[in-house]
């Protein structure tokens, strides 16, 4: 098997599409550079992983006492992060930090000015690990129509969201236009398990205030009944004067999570 703690060797590997830097001033074909995005396939999950275990390593042990004792792990170090403690181990530190400021002691803290949030701090054994991976370019990203990133505008938080919050969703050719009535910026539930008896359904955001060829900000639905989702437009904008005859769809590859 692929030996992650050999740091002797790269033996891990991050697969990447290249994108073209919108944001270089160059003046000609000559100077274009691009950025590498990454080509994950997946959000893998705690069963994901636990599964992955069993097919990589050998464990012999059973899968779904894996799967709960490592659901109680994560659950009681939140616990504990959420009462003041730092998490650490070989690879990194989760951090608590309070945010803002206080006028004096009788200052009552509040979420909105003195936000209460986790940082990751990287060790050196996870830095050596990094250093030691393999990035193969596949080749380049299909820019012309496409979602790049996707953030929340109150906590600066990139691919998630709050209910009711307001977003800011940039990307290639994602302007909604046409008169089609699937025109329109989809949130599409994701992990969804196969057997669920009813599962959540898309959901269409209605409140948009800026609809641009490379970016759309809007208002998410205050409603939502599920915590994960890809982002899909659907529209029939083209950067010629003529609309499409009928709409194309481009779905994130990432996935927005509830914060």
């Known amino acids: 098997m692929s030996d992650v703690f050999n740091v002797e060797a790269s033996t891990n590997t991050i697969r990447v599409e290249l994108e073209l830097n919108y ?14 995005r990454i080509d ?22 059973d899968l779904g006492q894996m799967v709960g004792i490592i659901e109680h792990f994560f659950k009681e170090t939140v616990y504990r ?17 309070v945010g803002g400021t206080f006028k004096d002691e009788t200052t009552r803290p509040t979420p909105e000015k003195n ?20 990035i193969v370019i596949k080749g380049y ?23 009711g919050g307001i977003f800011d969703l940039q990307g290639h050719s994602v302007k909604i236009d046409g008169d089609d009535p699937q025109n329109g910026l989809y949130l599409v539930p994701a992990n969804v398990p196969a057997d669920m008896a009813n599962p959540p359904q898309t959901v269409k955001i209605e409140e948009i205030a800026i609809n641009e060829p490379s970016r759309i900000v809007g208002v ?27 709409p194309r769809t481009t ?9």
């Open 81 to 97: 992060l959420c009462n003041g403690y730092n998490v650490t181990n070989e690879f990194f530190t989760l951090y608590t930090n």
């Open 40 to 61: 994950n396939e997946k959000t893998m999950g705690i069963k994901d992983i636990c599964s992955s275990i069993l097919v990589r390593s050998g464990f012999s042990g």
């Open 115 to 134: 936000p209460f949030t986790v940082r990751l701090r990287r060790k050196k054994h996870l830095n050596d690990i990094m250093k030691k991976t393999d």
């Open 23 to 36: 944001l270089n001033k160059g003046g000609g074909d000559h100077d274009k550079d691009y950025h590498a």
């Open 141 to 163: 990203a299909q820019a012309d129509f496409s979602i790049v990133t996707f953030k929340d505008t109150k906590t600066e938080e990139e691919w998630g969201f709050m209910p």
């Open 220 to 246: 998410m639905p205050a409603d939502l009944d599920w915590n994960e989702y890809n982002l899909e437009i659907r529209t029939q904008f083209s950067r010629t004067n003529a609309l499409l005859k009928s």
């Open 251 to 259: 779905t994130s590859r990432f996935v927005i999570e509830h914060l």
